[in-house]
Structures are given as C-alpha cells and as structure tokens.
C-alpha cells in the first residue's frame, strides 16, 4: 500500500526556516521522483521542489530557487523540504507527492494529505 505522511507545518516566523519532512512507503517511494507542491487560499496547487529517486536531480520553482533544499534519506524513505529566509507568501498547504520530480502535476500518481504551514510577519 502506496502512502505519504507529511509533518513539520506549522507557525513560522517571517526571515525564518521551516523543514517538512515526508515519510513515504510501499510503491510511493520507489517511483522515479517525488516533489512537494503547495495551495495557499483561492490559488492553484504549485509546484514548489522535486527530487529523483537517486536524490541527484532536483528542481525547484523559481518562488524558492536560491532558499529552498529538498532531499532525501532512502534508508528513511523520507523527503524533506527546507526553506530559509521564509516570507508571508510561503503560507500556504504543503503536499508530498510522488512519480515524477518535475511541475507537471499529472506525472504524480500519489500525494499526502498536506500539512499546513503559516508565515507569521
């Protein structure tokens, strides 16, 4: 069975960082790629980072490119995704995803439930 578990949202400081992390099991974390995207209120769901299964490639979206790490543990079969210097706009529900590393949210058969994750000013 195919399941992703996302934590670490919560509140977070403006200039601050926040790291989720995503534990992911059966067939989810054998997939070529997982990504994290985000949905703030009354937007669409964006693409914010992926990471090949490899953990050599990774993309991020040009909001985060520069303060944003994603990564992986295979041991764990977990995924993190850090931001630094975060900003009000960061706010948003985060999804784990997996199948694809890319922005495309098609390529990803499989998400988790979101954890939310607010910028405080």
């Known amino acids: 069975q195919a399941q992703l578990v996302e934590s670490g949202g919560g509140l977070v400081q403006a200039g601050g960082s926040l790291r989720l992390s995503c534990a992911a099991s059966g067939r989810a974390f054998r997939q070529p790629g997982m990504g994290w995207f985000r949905q703030a209120p009354g937007k669409e769901r964006e693409f914010v980072a992926g990471i090949s299964l490899s953990g050599r490639t990774t993309y991020y979206a040009d909001s985060v490119k520069g303060r944003s790490t994603i990564s992986r543990d295979n041991n764990k079969t977990t995924v993190y995704l850090q931001i630094d210097s975060v900003k009000p706009e960061d706010t948003a529900v985060y999804y784990c995803?997996?199948?694809?590393?890319?922005?495309?949210?098609?390529?990803?058969?499989?998400w988790g439930q979101g954890t939310q994750v607010t910028v405080s000013v």
């Open positions: 995803a997996a199948g694809g590393m890319g922005p495309r949210r098609d390529d990803y058969g499989y």
